[in-house]
C-alpha cells in the first residue's frame, strides 16, 4: 500500500529587491558582490567585475555574445540571473587562458582569422570550448551546429569553422600528450 | 615636403575634385614584379591576441570612476508634435542624475518628431538598470501628425508634397544623360522592362553605436564607436563651440560599422550634454532596438528599368528611373544609378533619380551603397535580356563588355574582368549550367552570375606619422580606426616592408585624435588605397632620416647604409656593423618622426574595382526554401596586401549578400509607421548554417596608377554581385524571375503556387 505522499515543503527564500550580496564563482576564484537580484549573469560581469570581454549585442538571447560556460554548458548570460548562478562554476572568455597562455581554440582562432571585429568572438570561443570539451572529435555539422547561436555580421563563419576544426585536433593532442604524461607518472 | 594640389577622389560612386596637401617625395610603385617580404604575404591580425581573450576594450567597454549610464525616450509615433512634457518624476527618481529634453536642449531635442524612434529625451543614472526604470518616468503627450513612410505614393501620384521631395537641384530629380535615349530604344531590335524594389536593410553592427562623455573643465574627451574619430571630432566642436585641440576623441577597438558609423549622431552630444550636467562621465550605448531604429540602414528603393538592344545583344539604350526613400532627416539617396552609368558599354543612358522624405527612420551608407541596390535591377534585367535573345548570361556581358570608363571615356587605369568571367565560370563549371535537368523534380537547381564595379583607388588627404624607438621598435601612429576589416595589420606590413623590421615589431597606434594625424574615415574601401601610401612613405621618410644619421656615424654616404632585420650594414659588407637596437642607443636615443601624406589621383584615367560572381542554389519546390550551395567570387582589385585578410573580406560580404538575397528586411506597418521587427530574432540574418561553400579568388596584379601600393579597396566591391547572382541562379532553378528583395521562402513558395511550372515574373 501506498504510503500517504508527505506534503511539499516549499522552501522559500526570498531576496531582494534591494541589493543582496551574492556569491560567484567566476574563473576558479570566488567574488562576494552587491547586488539586485534582478541583475543578469552578463550585467554582473561586465559592470560589477569588470570582466568586459562578454559582450552585450541584443540582450534577449538573440546573438550569442554573451556566451559563457556554467558548469561547463554554454549559456547566454544575459538571459540568466547572476543570484541564479550561485554555487555553480562560471567560465568566462577572461578565464580560458591560464597563465598567459593562450588556449588552443584562442590560438586557432587567430592563426586562421575567425575574427573581423572582434565582437562576437568570445562568445563563438566560449561555444567551441563547450563543444569541444564535451566532444573531442566534432563533425563539421556538429561544429556549425555549436555555433549557429552565435552571430557574425562581419561573417567570419568559415574561418571560425577552420578554427574549430583545428582547435579540435590541437585540443586532442593536448588531452592525449597529458595522458600519456600521467600514465607515465604513475609507471615512474 | 608637402604641397597644395588639387586631386580628383571617387567617393561611393560619386567622382569629385578637391584641394589636399601631399608629399611630394612620392616613391615609385610597387609593380607587380617588386620583391615584396611582408605585403602580399598572408599575416595573422596583429591585435588577435587582444581580440581573443576579450582584453580589447571596444567604446561599450569602457568604464571610468563614477561614469553614469544613459537611456533615450523615443518616439512611438512616425510624425508627432510634443504638446507637453514632463520630467519631474524621472528627474527625482533615486539615482538619476541629469535629464535633457526640449525643455533644456532646445538645440538637439525639436518638439517635431519626424520617425518612430526620434529623441524625445534623455538622462543619466547610476546604473543602466536605474536608467531604464527612470526613462519610462518621463510624461509626454503627443499630438499625433498624418505620416507617410512609403516613397511608393509619390511614384503613383507623381508628386507628394514640397518638402517630402529631397533633391539636389531646388526639387528636381538628379538626371544624367548620355547619348540619345530615344534614338537608342529607336535602334533596338528589342526591348526589356521591368519594375524592380529593394528592401530597407540594416548593418546590425554587433556593437550598437554610442559614446563615452568624460568633461575635464572645458576639455572634453569621447570614446566613440565610429568610421571616423575626425569627424566626431569636427562635429562636437561645431555644437559645443569648441577648439578641436579641446576634444579627443578615442576609437581603439569597434565592434562593425558597414557604413552606419561614417557619419556622427546625436548619442555622442546627448552623453558630452548629459556628462557636463552631472559633473560624471557617461556612457550611452544604444540598445539593438534603438540601433534598429535609428542609425540607419539601406534605403529602400523601386526601379524602373528597361534596356534595349540589337539582336546580337549589342546595348542601344539603358533607361533608369529611380526612387529612394531617404527616411525622415536623410541625405540624398545614394549613386543606385552608378552600374547602369558605369558596368557596361552602352551609348545610350539615361539615369533619373529621386529621393523622397518619408517618416521613416534616416537612411545611411552601408557596404557599396547605391551600387547594391542598382546591381540587382540591372544584372536582372541583363539576365532577361540574354534570355530573349537566346544568348549565354556571360556572352551578354562580354558583348557589351566596357574597355573604357562609359561614364567618361577615359581608359581604365587597369581592368581585368574578362579574366574574372573567365576564371569563375571555370571554377564553377559554368558550361554544366545547360545539362541541368529539373523537370519534375522537386529539389531544382541553377546557376546564376553578375557583375561588379565600384570605386575604391583612394586619395588625399590622408597622413602617417612613423616613429623608430630607440630599442629599434617602430610605431606607425595613424588616426584611422579598424572597424573589422584587419588594415591594422596591412599597415604594419607595409611600414615593416620599408623599414626592413619584422611585423611583429611594428606597433600600429589608431583611433585617437591626440595621437594620430588626420584621417579621411574609414568607408568607401578608401582606407588601405589612402592611408596605405601614406603610411609607406612616412616609413622611407624614417629610414632616409636613419640612414643619414647612420651615413654620418660610420662616415660612409647615407645610400651606402642599409638595414637587414634589425641589423645595419654599410657599404657592401655582408657582415652588420651592428644591431639597429645597438646604433639607437649609439646615436644617444634619438627618436625619428617619419611623416607621409597620401600622393594625389593621377588625371586621365578611371581608377575602379571589378569582380564577377557564380552562384549554384538549390530550390525546394515545397518549402520555397533556397540553399545557397556554392559561391564563387573572382574580384580584380589590384596588389592584395594580405591574402588571409582580403579572404575573410570577400567571404564576410557575400554572407552579408546572401542575407540581403534571401532573409533580411526591415518590415514597417504601414498604418502606424512603427518598425515590426527591430531585433535579432525576426530581422534575419544569416547564421552559421547558412554558410555555403565559398570560394575567394583575385587576380592580383599592381594597379599602377593607382597609388603607390598598386592596391585598391576591396571591403566593399565583393557584396555587390551576391544578390543579383543568387537571383540569377533562382530564376535558372524554378524558371521565375523575382523582381524585389529579399527573395524569401515565402515569396517563392507564393510565386510557384501561382505560376506552377509555366514560370514567369514575380513582383
Excluded at chain 1, 547572476?82 to 597563465?99: M, N, W
Excluded at chain 1, 561544429?143 to 585540443?171: D, E, H, L, M, W
Amino acid at each position: 500500500m501506498p504510503s500517504t505522499p508527505k506534503k511539499p515543503q516549499l522552501q522559500v527564500n526570498v531576496r531582494g529587491p534591494d541589493k543582496v550580496p551574492v556569491i560567484l564563482n567566476v574563473n576558479r576564484r570566488s567574488y562576494t558582490l552587491e547586488i539586485e537580484p534582478r541583475r543578469t549573469l552578463l550585467d554582473a560581469l561586465r559592470f560589477d567585475l569588470n570582466m568586459t570581454g562578454s559582450k552585450k549585442v541584443c540582450g534577449m538571447g538573440e546573438c550569442g555574445a554573451c556566451t559563457v560556460l556554467l558548469d561547463g554548458k554554454a549559456i547566454y548570460s544575459c538571459l540568466t540571473l547572476a543570484i541564479e548562478c550561485e554555487g555553480q562554476q562560471i567560465l568566462t572568455i577572461e578565464g580560458v587562458s591560464e597563465d598567459n597562455n593562450l588556449d588552443p581554440i584562442q590560438k586557432a582562432f587567430i592563426d586562421e582569422e575567425a575574427f573581423q571585429c572582434g565582437f562576437c568572438t568570445s562568445g563563438q570561443i566560449m561555444s567551441i570550448k563547450a563543444l569541444l570539451d564535451a566532444n573531442p572529435d566534432p563533425t563539421p555539422e556538429e561544429i556549425r551546429q555549436a555555433v549557429s547561436g552565435n552571430i557574425c555580421r562581419c561573417g567570419a563563419y568559415p574561418n571560425i569553422f577552420k578554427a574549430a576544426t583545428k582547435a579540435a585536433i590541437a585540443c586532442r593532442k593536448q588531452r592525449s600528450a597529458k595522458k600519456n604524461g600521467d600514465k607515465h607518472g604513475e609507471t615512474d | 615636403m608637402a604641397k597644395l594640389i588639387k586631386s580628383k577622389l571617387n567617393w561611393e560612386g560619386t567622382t569629385f575634385e578637391r584641394t589636399s596637401v601631399v608629399g611630394d617625395d612620392e616613391p615609385a610603385v610597387w609593380t607587380a614584379n617588386a620583391q615584396l617580404n611582408c605585403v602580399g604575404k598572408s599575416h595573422p591580425r596583429i591585435d588577435g591576441f587582444q581580440r581573443v581573450t576579450g582584453l580589447a576594450k571596444y567604446t561599450f567597454d569602457i568604464q571610468l570612476p563614477g561614469m553614469l549610464y544613459a537611456h533615450v525616450l523615443r518616439s512611438p509615433h512616425p510624425h508627432a508634435r510634443i504638446k507637453q512634457i514632463d520630467v519631474s518624476k524621472a528627474d527625482k527618481f533615486p539615482g538619476v542624475r541629469a535629464v535633457i529634453s526640449s525643455l533644456n536642449e532646445a538645440k538637439i531635442f525639436s518638439n517635431v518628431l519626424q520617425f518612430a524612434g526620434d529623441e524625445v529625451a534623455a538622462l543619466a543614472a547610476d546604473n543602466d538598470d536605474i536608467a531604464e526604470d527612470a526613462i519610462n518616468l518621463i510624461q509626454v503627450e503627443y499630438e499625433i501628425l498624418p505620416f507617410n513612410t512609403d516613397a511608393e505614393p509619390y511614384l503613383i501620384s507623381g508628386k507628394l508634397q514640397e518638402r517630402q521631395i529631397v533633391t539636389s537641384l531646388d526639387g528636381h530629380p538628379k538626371i544624367y544623360r548620355r547619348g540619345n535615349i530615344q534614338k537608342g530604344f529607336q535602334e533596338a531590335d528589342v526591348i526589356v522592362e521591368e519594375t524592380f524594389r529593394t528592401q530597407s536593410a540594416l548593418h546590425n553592427s554587433l556593437e550598437t553605436h554610442g559614446a563615452v562623455a568624460f568633461w575635464n573643465g572645458d576639455e572634453l574627451t569621447v570614446w566613440e564607436s565610429t568610421q571616423s574619430i575626425y569627424h566626431v571630432q569636427r562635429y562636437l566642436a561645431e555644437f559645443f563651440k569648441l577648439p578641436l585641440n579641446k576634444i579627443r576623441v578615442i576609437c581603439e577597438y569597434m565592434g562593425g560599422g558597414f557604413g552606419s558609423k561614417q557619419s556622427s549622431g546625436k548619442w555622442s552630444v546627448m552623453a558630452a550634454l548629459l556628462a557636463r550636467e552631472a559633473g560624471r562621465p557617461v556612457q550611452l550605448m544604444l540598445t539593438r532596438e534603438e540601433e534598429n531604429l535609428v542609425t540607419g540602414h539601406r534605403a529602400p528603393t523601386i526601379q524602373k528599368l528597361r534596356l534595349g538592344a540589337k539582336n546580337n545583344g549589342t546595348l542601344t539604350a539603358i533607361d533608369l528611373v529611380a526612387t529612394i526613400n531617404v527616411g525622415a532627416n536623410g541625405s540624398m539617396g545614394r549613386a543606385v544609378e552608378g552600374p547602369c552609368q558605369s558596368m557596361y558599354n552602352c551609348p545610350n543612358v539615361q539615369t533619373e533619380t529621386h529621393s523622397v522624405f518619408t517618416n521613416t527612420g534616416p537612411h545611411g551608407s552601408f557596404r557599396a551603397p547605391g551600387y547594391v541596390e542598382g546591381a540587382f535591377p540591372l544584372e536582372s534585367l541583363m539576365d532577361e535580356l540574354a534570355k530573349r535573345l537566346k544568348m549565354d548570361p556571360m556572352e551578354i556581358r562580354m558583348k557589351n563588355y566596357a574597355f573604357t570608363d562609359p561614364a567618361t571615356g577615359q581608359k581604365f587605369s587597369a581592368k581585368h574582368l574578362d579574366k574574372c568571367y573567365q576564371k569563375g565560370a571555370e571554377i564553377i563549371g559554368w558550361g554544366q549550367r545547360q545539362s541541368i535537368n529539373n523537370k519534375g523534380s522537386i529539389l531544382r537547381y541553377g546557376y546564376g552570375m553578375a557583375s561588379q564595379t565600384w570605386g575604391g583607388g583612394g586619395g588625399p588627404p590622408a597622413f602617417a606619422w612613423v616613429r623608430l624607438n630607440a630599442d629599434g621598435t617602430a610605431e606607425v601612429n595613424l588616426g584611422s580606426q579598424d572597424i573589422g576589416t584587419g588594415v591594422k595589420t596591412v599597415f604594419a606590413q607595409i611600414a615593416a616592408e620599408e623599414l626592413e623590421l619584422e611585423v611583429d615589431k611594428i606597433l600600429v597606434r589608431i583611433g585617437d585624435t591626440a595621437q594620430g594625424p588626420f584621417d579621411p574615415g574609414s568607408g568607401g574601401s578608401m582606407t588601405v588605397a589612402s592611408v596605405g601610401p601614406a603610411v609607406r612613405q612616412a616609413a622611407i621618410d624614417a629610414r632616409k632620416q636613419l640612414y643619414e644619421v647612420v651615413g654620418g656615424y660610420f662616415e660612409v654616404p647615407a645610400d651606402q647604409v642599409r638595414i637587414r632585420k634589425g641589423n645595419v650594414y654599410v657599404l657592401d659588407e655582408t657582415k652588420p656593423r651592428m644591431s639597429l637596437q645597438n646604433m639607437i642607443r649609439q646615436l644617444g636615443e634619438f627618436t625619428i618622426i617619419g611623416r607621409g601624406a597620401r600622393g594625389a589621383n593621377g588625371y586621365g584615367t578611371t581608377v575602379t574595382t571589378f569582380g564577377a560572381q557564380f552562384a549554384e542554389v538549390e530550390v525546394n519546390t515545397i518549402t520555397g526554401e533556397v540553399k545557397v550551395q556554392r559561391l564563387v567570387a573572382v574580384h580584380d582589385v589590384g596588389r592584395i596586401m594580405n591574402p588571409i585578410g582580403a579572404d575573410g573580406q570577400v567571404a564576410g560580404a557575400i554572407i552579408q549578400g546572401i542575407g540581403y538575397a534571401l532573409t533580411e528586411e526591415q518590415v514597417i506597418d504601414q498604418a502606424t509607421g512603427i518598425i515590426l521587427n527591430p531585433n535579432l530574432e525576426d530581422y534575419v540574418l544569416p547564421t552559421a548554417l547558412d554558410v555555403p561553400s565559398i570560394d575567394s579568388n583575385f587576380i592580383d596584379d599592381s594597379d599602377t596608377d593607382a597609388n603607390n601600393l598598386g592596391a585598391k579597396g576591396l571591403g566593399e566591391p565583393p557584396i555587390i554581385p551576391t544578390a543579383p547572382a543568387i537571383a540569377n541562379a533562382i530564376t535558372q532553378a524554378i524558371g521565375i524571375r523575382f523582381l524585389s528583395l529579399p527573395i524569401t521562402r515565402a515569396k517563392i513558395f507564393e510565386a510557384l503556387q501561382k505560376t506552377g511550372n509555366a514560370g514567369g515574373v514575380f513582383p
